[in-house]
């Protein structure tokens, strides 16, 4: 009981609760939005648009730009998901989730003698790198969409990554933090550690290597990256570390137009990411799951409210655990899960009497343990093109290898495959076959990147970074809107909750439920755990009065428009 007091205590003090003057005023902006996790990426996506860049223009040069001003997770060593949706109300998704090398196989991360996972070797280091796919899938996203030379996308960031920009306070913190750990895996250093004394506020953060390889891209585009110094760079990387990406993996790399899932939501049609993401799936899921409820009467982190999110997230994630994987090698039954009347059966057996236990909710296995360091921006323009994208290198600094010689840091993606399927690896989680390792295949993701429609009209551009939370963070932003009516500032900012099925909690952030609403879980059953907080919700809101945005509080995240 002390120990959980302390923990709890621990959590209040680390988590500073969004407050009334962390929230900008509500200000409308009538030609283009930029919401990003950090000011100087969207100081950078908004230039894009007042040049007459569209959406397509500055999100592009966003995903770079937070390649250098956001190492957790912005990236050109990663990977993502885009969802958009011209203005003329035309939608496209682009999948540029990094792949499993070709030697990559099964039993990769396992111990030959004992077959039990071994600790972190799919978390950190060379071998826990996928193939990247970000540079291709920015490549071809202005190839398709982009208005404005691809070289004036790319001048900004090498602009940052050359003369540099001043870190922030939480910045300074994480980089510290990971000393060790960047000493450990690039022993001859890189410009994220600072060798003498400790990174501060302000101080000045200058990448050089990263600028050159940046201006390979701008002046070659793809080959900048997959082919010459860079990748020669990147393979000679790899093979330091005992890695197992090939030169003929990075010729091979493509990103894909996938067809966007789409669903209603009373009259909101959502239009989100396809397999090999499990968000956009899961996120209609779980609408459907409570649209017949009277939520906004029930009222925003009530107790009815949370119970039958909680009860409709625990039978979502488990159809995630069993169904789910790269559809280009496993059948996900995407028509089933999406459909109205299975999400009905799925809730006939809940109870309001008492929390399901997890064991009983489901026949099917699997829960990857995810982390949670990726990064979402999300973009309108004056025509009203939306972009919104997830994009990642898994955990806080991905692989924490950074290339030498061009600057970059490399994902650790392969730890989202299941790396032991069908039964719990070290965290007492269990994977599922849909999502084993396979040469060439990509790895389960949650990320949400979602656009909604109201009556036709683009109405709300919103997605975050996460894990596993991701999925029911953009559920309950969605909700925050379409239920409860609030802002795009407070719909981010309001505290949340997460239950993903197994392990059988209710994570709460800080003040995310007040007592009488805990009271009433605790008398049903519910297992209630604080935790730190989940995800960094970024939104904009089209109204009649302009755009509106809402840049998370949880981190340095910041919304400009014009
Ligand atoms: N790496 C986190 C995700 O893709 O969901």
Redesign the pocket.
């Known amino acids: 009981m002390k120990t959980t007091l302390i923990y709890f205590y621990l959590i209040v003090l680390y988590f500073k609760p969004a407050n009334a003057q962390d929230i900008p005023a509500n200000v409308y902006y009538p030609n283009g939005m930029v919401v990003t996790a950090h000011p100087e990426a969207s100081k950078v996506g908004l230039a894009i648009l007042k040049k007459g860049g569209n959406a397509i223009d500055a999100a592009v040069a966003v995903q770079f730009a937070l390649a250098v001003v956001y190492p957790n997770a912005g990236n050109i060593g990663g990977g993502g998901f885009m969802v958009y949706r011209g203005a003329k109300g035309e939608i496209s998704t682009l999948d540029f989730?990094e792949k499993a090398p070709a030697l990559a196989t099964r039993n990769m991360y396992l111990d030959s003698t004992t077959g039990n996972a071994i600790v972190d070797k799919s978390l950190y280091g060379h071998l826990a790198s996928g193939v990247p796919g970000s540079v291709d899938g920015m490549v071809k996203a202005h190839a398709k969409y982009g208005k404005l030379p691809w070289q004036t996308l790319l001048l900004p960031a090498i602009k940052l990554a050359k003369y540099g920009f001043k870190i922030t306070a939480m910045q300074a913190k994480e980089l510290n933090k990971n000393k060790a750990n960047f000493l450990k895996y690039n022993p001859s250093g890189t410009a994220l550690l600072k060798q003498i004394d400790d990174w501060k506020l302000g101080d000045t953060l200058i990448q050089t290597q990263l600028s050159q390889t940046l201006i390979a891209i701008k002046n070659k585009g793809r080959a900048g990256f997959y082919q010459g110094k860079v990748a020669k760079c990147l393979i000679s990387e790899i093979n330091r570390g005992q890695g197992i990406i090939s030169q003929k993996d990075l010729n091979n790399y493509q990103s894909i137009w996938r067809k966007p899932i789409t669903g209603f939501y009373k009259n909101y049609k959502i239009i989100t990411m396809p397999p090999p993401?499990?968000?956009g799936i899961a996120l209609i899921q779980l609408l459907h799951a409570v649209e017949n409820y009277p939520l906004a009467k029930w009222g925003a982190n009530k107790d009815s409210t949370v119970q039958i999110m909680v009860e409709a997230e625990r039978r979502v994630y488990a159809d995630r655990a069993t169904h789910m994987g790269d559809p280009d090698f496993y059948a996900v039954p995407q028509a089933q899960l999406l459909a109205k009347k299975y999400q009905k059966q799925r809730m006939q057996n809940f109870n309001w009497n008492a929390a399901t236990p997890s064991h009983m909710v489901k026949a099917g296995e699997l829960w990857a343990r995810?982390?949670?360091?990726?990064t979402h921006f999300c973009v309108v323009d004056k025509q009203g093109n939306a972009v919104s994208i997830?994009t990642?290198l898994?955990?806080l600094y991905g692989s924490l290898v950074v290339v030498s010689g061009a600057g970059f840091l490399l994902n650790n993606?392969m730890?989202?495959f299941s790396v032991k399927p069908g039964s719990p690896n070290l965290y007492g989680l269990v994977g599922g076959e849909a999502n084993a390792i396979a040469p060439n295949k990509r790895?389960?993701?949650?990320?949400t990147p979602t656009i909604i429609e109201q009556a036709g009209k683009l109405f709300m551009v919103v997605g975050t970074?996460g894990?596993?939370t991701?999925i029911t963070s953009v559920f309950q932003a969605v909700l925050n809107v379409l239920e409860f009516n609030k802002t795009a500032q407070q719909a981010v900012s309001f505290p949340r909750f997460h239950h993903q099925w197994l392990p059988d909690e209710v994570f709460v952030e800080h003040n995310a439920l007040n007592d009488s609403t805990q009271n009433y879980l605790n008398q049903k059953g519910y297992k209630i755990t604080p935790r730190e907080p989940m995800g960094r919700v970024e939104v904009i809101l089209k109204t009649p009065k302009g755009l509106q945005g809402g840049a998370d509080t949880r981190g340095d995240d910041c919304s400009l428009g014009y």
Not at 370 to 374: D, G, R
Not at 443 to 447: E, I
């Open positions: 989730r993401s499990s968000g995810q982390s949670e360091e990726t997830t990642t898994n955990g993606e730890d989202d790895m389960l993701s949650s990320m970074p894990g596993s991701i």
